[in-house]
């Protein structure tokens, strides 16, 4: 039965393709544009609304593969403790509580989405390298992380645009962190890897659940049919 | 620890599972190291047993299904550990959550004040005392100022002086511990009946729990319906459904169900409650229609049973109508197995049926009634027609030479042995009616039956043929079929053998016969009243003594003639069988049943065998025969002294030697 639901999303993730491809668009029409800063050629709330699907699908890929990391690496015993690998989070400067999120202005929603996208672009990374690693790292994991690093690089361009569109602010500059959270070269051990990577796609799923509420939340905010409160 | 043993100290029974957790150590060796390494991922103790009858398989792990099968049954409780403890935190929105605890078995710490709540999550520094506390359930609030998603919380309990009661797994964050209300607002409509009326459909729908803010989008929930008929205890669970209606497909009229929903947040484990369930029943307006389908299929099957039963019945009757056999090449009187032997000696009138490998007895009746044809035939004098049916088992058994004891058609005439039943029309005319032929018939025809004991009790007139230790029928009785050439006169005349000569003998003598056939089962002295009757009437003689050569036919169901001393007998010889028999009884046996007495004439030609070879014409276009070689007789009494006759040729006239005869 999870066999079957994993591959009914991946069936979903492939269908799904040309989508990914139309949350680009208004990059292709920025560019085309030599810079402007404005692109017509599709709305904005269908930009939003894209957005909001690429996170949703980032957000099931990324908890299937770390259901099938679970099952796959991780012992009995220690997945009751994952609760506890949130410890090891990183935790970035953005609300959490609910009552927060909703006080919190779109603007402040959308950086805090960028934020997120942003500090998960590298371990994201790192984490490819080290499944490359593993004598026998089941392909599905390996594919799924490497799909949902591509599309976490799509998403961060979407919302960078969502904030030039809604925010009416410049374009950000899209600079990362120089500093390094990995080191590559060092191999740690078998164990030590595999707790460091089951925390990574774990924490990794905290966020992209994150992720998509925020948006979700700002669509909310956007169509001012409900009482977003 | 086993399965009662964890029942004993059920605390908060918990009917869902979470994925991956349970099923194996429930069932292994991790219920003993720790309960709280078990089911649950709250900060509780540990729910050890799962239900494998039920349907959350998403919630059951795959991998480990194949311990459970071990352990049908369980239910999934908390182990209650012996110190104070959390025994669950749920949310129901993804905003508020609560958390409640029980003392264990530290009595004394069970009055409210006595443990109090202690909290941690990353944004704090330090233990934060629980926001609002409800005694009576022994539960904490933690109301949306104090709640943050995607953070880790940790739980602890404090009793008097600081005791503290912390486990490390009581840690969580609030999105996993989402278990959203039931649905609301259950209810169905029918949505079509199918044209058997016996099925229905109905289309479910429902309300998101309002506790739940999916308009909002902040949380995203699928719904699981779960259905069962009345009277059973298993539900059916649909698949995972977004919307919030569902179609239920299939269902029966008049039959009650039940149907309940609960729903999970989207991508997550932890299922909510069921809601309340609903009942569904749909009575059927044509009541007849269930009998009417009863009536129609036990009508068709009775019909059909009638139908096998009349069939198996007539099973033989149908297979004759629908699969006539197909009867085997035969020349009335020869049998083909001499043929192929080349024996021409023996191929007088022996008995067919049996050698060919006995065809089926309805196949025998039938060829049967094609011997009786020929018979009457033959006989217009026949009197008693309906009498030949009886006899023809008989009969034509004697003449097929059916080696077992007859089917039921033979039966008929065999059915007395000892009696000598008058009806024998059917016979050719070498038989009087008043000989009892079917009696010794039968008695021969029976296995093993000492026919010679039974033959002499038969009054004289039995003509019987039939002598044959083994049941092989034996004796052709009717010599009218064939006659033989046994010379040709140089006048041109044909002197034929004596079977047709018999045959006209008997017309006018029919009595005369038996005699001589009574006589041929008798020891030496059938010989002798061969050689009166022989002298009496033209006809060939049976020799008794040619039952001795049987030896030469294989078969014990050929009837072959006595070589020797009658080599011109062919006709019928019921041959005695084989030769194990002893040497006292050959006198008795081995007679044909036909006697066929030495005519004068006969002297002359007589002892010939039925089929000669031509061998030249002479001058005036007469055949010359060459009457085959008379073998000479192994000790039998002389009383029929008959030529020598040379070897037999083997084979008819073909048509190759025909024209090699030609001068």
């Avoid at chain 2, 229905?200 to 729908?205: I, S």
Wanted: hydrophobic share 35%; proline share 8%; aromatic share 8%.
């Amino acid at each position: 039965m999870h066999l079957v639901s994993v591959m009914r999303r991946c069936v979903w993730a492939v269908l799904l393709w040309p989508n990914l491809l139309t949350s680009s668009v208004p990059l292709d029409c920025r560019q085309e544009q030599g810079g402007v800063s404005r692109c017509s050629s599709i709305s904005q709330e269908k930009l939003l609304d894209r957005v909001i699907q690429h996170a949703e699908l980032i957000y099931r890929v990324s908890e299937e593969s770390c259901s099938l990391y679970e099952e796959t690496f991780i012992p009995l015993p220690l997945q009751f403790q994952r609760n506890q690998a949130g410890y090891s989070c990183r935790t970035l400067p953005i609300p959490s509580s609910r009552s927060e999120v909703q006080q919190i202005s779109d603007k402040w929603l959308l950086h805090s989405v960028l934020m997120l996208v942003q500090s998960w672009l590298e371990p994201l990374v790192y984490l490819q390298t080290s499944l490359d690693r593993y004598d026998a790292a089941p392909e599905v994991i390996i594919n799924k992380t490497k799909w949902v690093s591509e599309k976490l690089i799509s998403l961060e361009q979407g919302v960078v645009v969502l904030i030039k569109e809604m925010l009416d602010e410049g374009l950000l500059n899209l600079n990362h962190s120089e500093e390094a959270l990995f080191q590559y070269d060092v191999q740690p051990e078998m164990v030590e890897s595999v707790m460091k990577d089951y925390t990574l796609l774990s924490c990794f799923k905290k966020d992209a659940h994150k992720m998509e509420a925020f948006l979700k939340l700002l669509k909310c905010r956007q169509t001012e049919i409900y009482n977003c409160s | 620890m086993t399965e009662n043993d964890a029942n004993a100290d059920c605390v908060h029974p918990i009917m869902l599972i979470e994925r991956n957790t349970i099923l194996a150590l429930c069932v292994g060796r991790y219920i003993q190291i720790s309960f709280r390494l078990c089911c649950s991922s709250l900060a509780s103790v540990t729910c050890c047993c799962i239900d494998t009858l039920k349907k959350n398989s998403d919630l059951i792990a795959d991998l480990f299904v194949p311990p459970l099968i071990l352990y049908p049954s369980f239910s999934c409780c908390l182990l209650a550990p012996p110190e104070p403890h959390i025994t669950e935190c749920i949310s129901r929105d993804q905003a508020t959550f609560q958390c409640w605890w029980s003392p264990g078995n530290f009595h004394n710490l069970s009055s409210p004040g006595a443990l109090r709540l202690f909290y941690i999550n990353s944004l704090a520094s330090e233990w934060k005392e629980c926001p609002k506390y409800v005694h009576p359930n022994r539960e904490c609030f933690f109301d949306n100022n104090h709640t943050s998603i995607w953070i880790p919380y940790c739980m602890q309990l404090r009793g008097q002086n600081n005791v503290t009661y912390y486990n490390e797994e009581d840690c969580f964050r609030v999105e996993n511990i989402v278990r959203p209300d039931p649905p609301v607002s259950l209810n169905w409509t029918l949505l079509n009946i199918s044209p058997s009326g016996l099925n229905y459909d109905v289309m479910v729908n429902w309300e998101a729990p309002p506790s739940a803010d999916v308009k909002t989008g902040w949380m995203r929930i699928e719904y699981e319906i779960q259905y069962r008929a009345g009277n059973t205890t298993k539900w059916d669970a649909l698949e995972m459904q977004r919307q919030t209606q569902q179609t239920i497909f299939g269902l029966h009229v008049g039959k009650e169900y039940e149907v309940h929903i609960r729903c999970r947040m989207r991508s997550f484990v932890r299922f909510g409650e069921f809601s309340d369930p609903i009942f569904i029943q749909v009575i059927s307006s044509k009541g007849s229609t269930f009998p009417l389908t009863l009536v129609l299929v036990f009508g068709i099957t009775g019909v059909l049973i009638l139908v096998m039963l009349i069939v198996s019945s007539q099973q033989r009757r149908l297979m004759m109508i629908l699969l006539p056999p197909v009867p085997a090449p035969k020349i009335k009187g020869i049998d083909p197995e001499l043929l192929k032997k080349g024996k021409l000696d023996d191929l007088n009138f022996s008995s067919t049926g049996g050698g060919l490998g006995g065809p089926p007895t309805y196949a025998t009746d039938f060829y049967q009634d094609e011997l009786w044809v020929e018979f009457i035939e033959v006989d217009a004098e026949d009197a008693g027609t309906g009498e030949k049916e009886d006899n023809q088992g008989s009969d034509t058994q004697r003449l097929l030479d059916v080696p077992q004891p007859i089917s039921h058609h033979m039966n008929i005439g065999f059915s007395n042995a000892v009696s000598f039943p008058d009806s024998d029309s059917g016979r050719a005319s070498c038989y009087d009616p008043d000989v009892p032929d079917q009696d010794t018939l039968m008695a021969t025809l029976l296995p093993g039956q000492p026919e010679d004991g039974e033959v002499k009790t038969s009054p004289a007139p039995e003509r019987l043929l039939i002598r044959t230790q083994t049941a092989g029928p034996q004796t052709w009785f009717n010599t009218d079929f064939y006659a033989q050439v046994s010379n040709v006169m140089p006048t041109g005349g044909v002197v034929l053998s004596p079977g047709q000569q018999l045959r006209i003998q008997e017309s006018t003598s029919g009595t005369e016969e038996e005699p001589q056939q009574g006589k041929e089962h008798k020891g030496s002295e059938d010989s002798e009243e061969e050689k009166e009757k022989e002298e009496q009437f033209q006809l060939l003689v049976v020799d008794p003594e040619g039952g001795r050569q049987a030896a030469e036919s294989n078969t014990p169901q050929m009837f072959a003639p006595p070589s020797s001393p009658i080599p011109g007998e062919g006709y019928q010889t019921i041959l005695p069988q084989p030769a194990e028999t002893e040497p006292a009884a050959t006198a008795e046996d081995g007679q044909s049943p036909y006697i066929l007495p030495d005519s004068p004439q006969s002297q002359v030609f007589a002892r010939v065998a039925d089929y000669t070879v031509v061998q030249e014409l002479n001058s005036q276009h007469s055949l010359l025969l060459n009457p085959p070689p008379r073998q000479s007789p192994p000790a039998c009494r002389p009383q029929h002294p008959l030529k020598a006759l040379p070897s037999m040729p083997v084979g008819y006239i073909t048509p190759d030697l025909l024209g090699s005869l030609s001068p």
